[in-house]
């Protein structure tokens, strides 16, 4: 029944699928109506990873899919089910440490979201029932309650604004926590139940909802209130993003509302808008993967060689059985095979240690203790905001080092983002001083045919478009948020957009004031000091796509009035042809000054006109499926035959110190490309005034203007990229010696794209054969010098960084951005920074760093990036290098044991050495290594070049660490071998036995491998010195069998025993 009465309601729409019904309070619309009650999810929040139960299995299952964890339980339960030459301890040891370590920091971090999590789903909330404010905690509140909720406090769910204190039905919302942006929004309750605004008159509505089902998009929401009076037809109104509260955003300047939960808990647009984000890999860790596997082969090749020559050496009977190491019955009827493998696996474990274990964990203390770093720089906080850097994530902290590619928005990036009003032109004439009247400031402007200054009529016309055509509010200029009013005004401007505020300003500059909204009408103050009075009857609201807003006004005398404004691309097709040229000049040379620009038109609608537009967005608003695509069609069909009134430029100021930055990272040896939403002339002056192009760079464009708009543009585009591709590539000598980064041309190259044209590449007609236009257009663009990509939408600036990052040589990408349409680039590139600006955090929070301004990059990239990647190659080589040293004496004495698996070192030593005896120093050196001092490398962008391409982590340098480690683990085992030829005798009798070879060895071994980080540190001697004495004392005081003669396998001692079998010892 309910479902049939809805559809009567709203004749035409089509089936719905995918919604879901809410009774408003709980209460049934009516006896006869069948409603099939529907379950929703509770209003907990889960944030939190494990429970008390699964975080055992579940974290040891993570940590075990990573492979080197795995490969070191497997050999502890082959030290468990094999008789192995070492304790299992030896290996199950260091492994337990590495398990326990990394388990208590997930562990920690656990708690840490559960406890946020207790204190939201804990926190107290008003609900109302049966006429009466009910207290409960927020997780107890479910779909269909009616929650109050008063001024600075958070939204407990997702709500349907129902009514508020305000008598016009609005409130104000600030949404930092959900996408970052401070600025006030207005929203409004539903028409009917704005008058609700007690306990007992809202418990007496009944209503059902009808919406879409949850969805993450936080700026969409369809869907529809139907309102069931006591002897009345039900009233359907529509609901869209403007009626829908948020969870987690906060209501500011409003004393209370009532709204109706809709979604809650883990369905709410917050939460499914908080999902992880897709982990990121640096290059250094794809590094360790490649030498691990180098070294696991080094690993397989000794254990094979040893098995083998362990059977050619006991291919002699005698040598096979000696007479201390008889073998049992049991062995003897051992499948040959079978004893093959179980000795196989005996010298895996033997020589097992040369796969670093701790490794993993040192370096991910590294990165941590590393990344605090950043965050305490003081050149990187900034005054103004009163905030310093912010590290998301601390996992990419070397590829910072590393980057190739900068991709940056410009508004708020490379700009301020702080409009200010400084011309406009109203019928081709200039405006620019401020005047107390409009008469007497107009110039000629041009080479235009027309002097003097425009009709009266017209100005006022054009004046109040500019205080009808926004969606400013009004608010007493009281403490609000941080915005200062202006000292000579009782009131304060709010919106979500600077340029609405600066064009409001600019208006009453030349004398018209806005007053406000007030009943749904507009108030204006005009240069007569006169109050006007216009009913807003309809928004037409900006979006991205149209890139346009329009206001439907009635006059007071009854005029029906539509004013627009927006991009001259948006509005130069909807106004009469005739009227564009005149007003172009002007919008052409303010965007080559650098200015934003925007133009405003006006119609005059009959009465017949507005109710067919009235009634078809009636119709659009009410439909639950395709409902965007419906509006915007009402929306293109209003926008249309227009009138243009003129234009006006607002000022957006560059941020300091952006072209020295720009001109470090070029220098660097880093490309450096603009994605930006606004015009193209706008951009291209920013960037000749940021110095991204010089005026010796010769700049190539791939737009509409020079494609063309005729059907055979993509011909055209074929014919350009031919044309460019042959310039750059075919006609140009080849770079010598193949370098990566030798794109420097003797004739610097820049190339300009609008968003239509990067379609038309990424995405081109079937019929036109032109499937290589996105490998021709990519070649171009890495040649360049610099790149500006005008017009872009988010989705393709996510393109074009998806582009770079996946081309040959897997370049290292970063994107900086500031506001929530830039997260879309900033989560495709390797590395991704966000801008703390005045659009929001939403860059900030889903950024692996943040930093205040665009010139913290510099010192971000050239210092510490340049450090943080020499100290974490270093503290990779040395470990390879290191446990290379420590496990090929180990290797070298099995041929002078009878490749009987003895070991070489006590148990003690096997398990420590890479735990503390040698983890330290590296780890300290790690931390605080700076072989050049930070002034330098800022001061010098190209010693960025002598790290670039992952320059410390090739072959070459590794290959060099590994015969270093190969050479000296030599000497250190025939040097003590050597110089034990001479038998020395204890006072007690005793000769030295094995351990005492075994403990000079490791002694020797840790003194040189710690003095080998202090000569690549080459500071702080005296601790590194002390540190290496309290190692070499450790190593002769923690073995309790110092002296004591072979414990495995053995005879007297280690002189003895090489004496009785040197007739027949394998070397």
Not at 377 to 388: F, P, S
Not at 783 to 805: D, E, G
Not at 919 to 941: C, G, N, R, V
Request: some cysteine.
């Amino acid at each position: 029944m309910l479902r049939r009465s809805l559809s009567r309601l709203c004749a035409g729409e089509e089936k719905r699928v995918g919604t879901r019904t809410v009774l408003v309070g709980h209460r049934p619309v009516a006896d006869t109506e069948a409603y099939v009650a529907q379950k929703f999810c509770d209003n907990r929040i889960v944030s939190s990873k494990y429970t008390l139960w699964n975080f055992l299995p579940k974290n040891l299952f993570e940590q075990f899919r990573r492979i080197a964890n795995f490969y070191f339980l497997i050999i502890f339960l082959v030290q468990v089910i094999v008789d192995t030459p070492t304790s299992p301890v030896t290996s199950g040891l260091p492994l337990f440490f590495v398990i326990t370590v990394t388990a208590i920091k997930q562990g920690y971090e656990d708690w840490l979201r559960h406890r946020a999590d207790n204190e939201v789903n804990k926190s107290n909330v008003f609900v109302v029932e049966n006429a009466k404010q009910v207290r409960k905690e927020s997780e107890k509140i479910k779909v269909g309650d009616i929650v109050e909720v008063k001024a600075d406090e958070t939204f407990p769910c997702d709500l349907i604004f129902l009514a508020s204190s305000s008598t016009d039905g609005t409130c104000y919302v600030t949404t930092a926590s959900l996408d970052g942006e401070s600025n006030f929004k207005t929203h409004y309750a539903v028409r009917d139940t704005t008058v609700l605004c007690t306990d007992e008159a809202i418990d007496t509505l009944t209503a059902t909802i009808e919406c879409e089902q949850p969805q993450p998009d936080l700026y969409k929401f369809v869907g529809r209130i139907i309102i069931y009076g006591s002897n009345q037809e039900p009233v359907a109104r529509s609901l869209g993003p403007e009626n829908l509260l948020l969870k987690g955003a906060t209501l500011k300047n409003t004393k209370k509302i009532y709204g109706v939960a809709v979604y809650t808990g883990m369905e709410t647009k917050m939460a499914l808008n908080y999902q992880g984000k897709s982990q990121k890999r640096s290059a250094v860790e794809k590094s360790i993967n490649a030498f691990l596997i180098v070294y696991l082969c080094i690993l397989l090749g000794k254990a094979t060689v040893c098995t083998t020559l362990k059977y050619v050496w006991q291919s002699n009977p005698f040598n096979d059985e000696p007479w201390y190491n008889e073998k049992t019955k049991k062995e003897r009827d051992t499948f040959k095979v079978l004893r093959m493998f179980t000795d196989f696996l005996s010298f895996m474990v033997l020589f097992n240690f040369i796969i670093p274990v701790s490794m993993y964990v040192t370096v991910e203390m590294q990165k941590f203790l590393g990344s605090f770093f950043i965050s305490w720089d003081k050149e990187m906080y900034d005054e103004e905001i009163q905030e310093g850097a912010l590290v998301n994530t601390s996992d990419l902290n070397e590829e910072l080092g590393q980057v190739e590619y900068v991709f940056t928005d410009k508004t708020g990036t490379l700009t301020e983002n702080s409009m200010e009003f400084i011309e406009c032109c109203i019928d081709g004439h200039k405006y620019k001083d401020c005047m107390a009247e409009v008469d007497g400031f107009s110039q000629p402007d041009g080479p235009l045919k027309y002097y003097g200054k425009a009709e009266k009529s017209r100005e006022e016309l054009f004046l109040r478009a500019l205080c009808l055509c926004h969606t400013v509010q009004i608010k007493e200029a009281d403490q609000v948020d941080g915005l200062v009013a202006h000292p000579e005004r009782k009131y304060t401007y709010i919106s979500s957009s600077p340029d609405e505020i600066a064009l409001v300003k600019g208006a009453e500059k030349y004398g018209f004031t806005f007053l406000g909204l007030e009943n749904n009408f507009m108030k204006i103050r005009n240069q007569k000091n006169e109050t006007e009075m216009y009913q807003l009857l309809h928004v037409l609201n900006f979006d991205p796509v149209r890139r346009r807003m329009s206001v439907i006004v009635r006059s007071s005398t009854g005029k029906l009035l539509l004013f627009c404004k927006g991009a001259d691309s948006s509005i130069f097709p909807r106004v009469q042809q005739e009227e564009i040229q005149q007003t172009k000049v002007h919008v052409d040379r303010n965007a080559m000054d650098g200015y934003r620009t925007l133009c405003v038109a006006f119609k005059e609608l009959t009465e017949k006109e507005y109710d067919k537009i009235d009634r078809q967005l009636n119709e659009a608003k009410m439909a639950l499926q395709d409902r965007e695509e419906k509006m915007a069609k009402v929306f293109d069909d209003t926008e249309a035959d227009m009138h243009l009134i003129g234009a006006t430029a607002v000022e957006d100021r560059l941020q300091e110190q952006l072209a020295e930055t720009i001109e470090a990272l070029h220098a660097a040896g880093m490309k450096v490309w603009v994605l930006t939403g606004d015009k193209m002339e706008t951009a291209k002056s920013t960037c000749y005034a940021c110095r991204l192009f010089q005026t010796s760079t010769e700049l190539l464009e791939l737009t509409a203007r020079t494609v063309g708009e005729s059907d055979r543009k993509e011909d055209r585009l074929h014919e350009l990229l031919l044309e460019y591709h042959k310039k750059l590539i075919q006609d140009l000598p080849k770079a010598r010696g193949g370098l990566k980064r030798s794109w420097t041309l003797t004739q610097e190259y820049g190339l300009i794209i609008d968003g239509s044209t990067l379609s038309l590449i990424l995405n081109p007609s079937q019929d036109c054969g032109s499937s290589n236009y996105k490998s021709i257009f990519l070649q171009i663009c890495l040649k360049c010098t610099a790149v500006l990509c005008c017009r872009m939408a988010p989705l393709q600036k996510a393109q074009i960084v998806r582009m770079v990052k996946n081309t040959k040589g897997s370049p290292i990408t970063l994107s900086i951005g500031d506001g929530a349409n830039d997260v879309s680039m900033i989560l495709e590139a390797h590395v991704g920074i966000g801008i703390k600006g005045k659009e929001g955090r939403q860059a900030s929070r889903n950024s692996d760093y943040a930093v205040p301004k665009f010139k913290h990059l510099r010192k971000l990239l050239l210092a510490h990036g340049h450090l943080y990647y020499v100290r974490i190659a270093h503290l990779v080589q040395y470990f390879f290098y290191k446990n290379l040293c420590f496990i090929l004496p180990q290797f070298l004495y099995q041929f002078f044991c009878g490749f009987s698996q003895q070991p070489l070192y006590d148990a003690a030593y096997l398990t420590m050495y890479n735990i503390c005896f040698t983890s330290l120093p590296i780890l300290a050196y790690s931390l605080l290594e700076q072989h050049i001092s930070i002034d330098t490398l800022t001061s010098d962008p190209q010693l960025y070049m002598k790290v670039s391409d992952n320059a410390m982590l090739q072959w070459r340098p590794f290959l060099y660490w590994t015969f270093l480690g190969a050479f000296e683990g030599l000497v250190f085992f025939f040097g003590v071998y050597f110089l034990f030829q001479n038998s020395s005798l204890e006072d007690n009798g005793k000769v030295f036995g094995n351990w005492t070879f075994g403990t000079i060895v490791f002694t020797v071994l840790v003194f040189t491998v710690t003095l080998k980080a202090f000569l690549e540190a080459a500071k702080n001697v005296f601790c590194i010195c002390s540190y290496a004495d309290f190692c070499f004392h450790m190593a002769g005081n923690n073995s309790p069998d110092l002296y004591q003669p072979f414990p495995r396998n053995s005879s007297n001692s280690f002189k003895k025993y090489k004496r009785e079998k040197s007739s027949g010892w394998p070397l």
